[in-house]
């Protein structure tokens, strides 16, 4: 018996699902950041182990979305709906248990449902509690558990929980893919992950980050990236007096890719302004979304 099928994680922004996604996977796919919308599309990372392969799916935290770009990855949340075989609904322990419910409840899943309670490191024991009880309750929960990502607590528990609920079904990826989006990608989102660590306030999120040249030479591979931002004043604040915040932005950046891809990378950056990008389907587009 083989059992294959989509397990997709589905939260409030912050409730930690990147962070669950990467401990599963026991690899850094998903950026990670202290400030919510950090993810903007769907992604997908494939455990393959001996009898199953799980393919996860970490989903923009869900918001009322008040751009185009917000929409987009709002759709990206209603396609990781449709395909779901297992859902598993991330709470944040630290956020009021209400509203996260009320999400829930609005996703209408079908599929078998499991609740999990994140940042039980930093929880008091009655607090965790309360949750987990409040949590028992409901009609969307199958299953209840706590855990914290962060620390790589009660992650066996989890999927053992998941592969209860499982399908038969054969692999839909090559058993040794990680996941099904292109090395450029991530090296865009690492490029986005040292923004939002090194720049303050709404910065992050009025840029975009587009990888224009990728090419492998014999001793090094050569990146040249576009950093996109809305107004003048956001490019001199991403440049930095100088040019000093760029080149530590590039220097942090090109440490991340060169311990991803194994290989020695030359990264070249440069700033970009194209006003009102994200409301621009043309732009949205043109930038992956």
């Given at each position: ?17 990147s962070t669950l996604m990467n ?54 949340v209603k396609g990781a709906l ?157 440049l930095g007096e100088g040019g ?46």
């Amino acid at each position: 018996m083989f059992q294959a099928g989509y397990v997709n994680i589905f939260g409030k922004p912050n409730a930690g699902k990147s962070t669950l996604m990467n401990a599963l996977l026991g690899e850094k796919l998903a950026i990670i950041s202290d400030k919510v919308q950090t993810t903007r599309h769907r992604i997908k990372g494939i455990i393959n182990e001996p009898g199953y392969q799980i393919i996860l799916s970490d989903t923009p935290g869900i918001i009322e979305p008040k751009y185009k770009l917000h929409e987009k990855m709002m759709m990206a949340v209603k396609g990781a709906l449709e395909d779901a075989d297992v859902g598993l609904l991330l709470v944040d322990g630290k956020a009021p248990i209400e509203e996260q419910h009320q999400i829930f409840v609005a996703l209408r899943l079908k599929v078998p449902c499991i609740v999990v309670i994140n940042k039980l490191d930093i929880l008091k024991p009655a607090e965790a509690q309360a949750m987990v009880e409040f949590f028992t309750q409901q009609p969307y929960a199958k299953q209840v558990l706590s855990i914290a990502a962060l620390k790589k607590n009660g992650l066996k528990e989890l999927l053992d929980a998941i592969l209860k609920y499982l399908p038969e079904g054969d692999p839909f990826y090559d058993t040794d893919d990680l996941t099904d989006l292109p090395t450029k990608f991530f090296v865009g989102e690492m490029i986005r992950e040292k923004i939002y660590h090194l720049y303050k306030d709404e910065i992050p999120y009025h840029t975009a980050v587009m990888v224009n040249e990728f090419k492998e030479k014999t001793t090094l591979i050569k990146i040249v990236a576009d950093i996109v931002v809305q107004r003048d004043t956001q490019k001199g604040i991403l440049l930095g007096e100088g040019g000093k915040m760029i080149r530590q932005l590039g220097t942090e950046a090109r440490k991340d890719i060169e311990q991803f891809l194994g290989q020695k990378v030359f990264l070249e950056l440069f700033v970009k302004v194209k006003p009102k990008w994200r409301d621009n389907d043309l732009m949205l587009r043109e930038y992956g979304y």
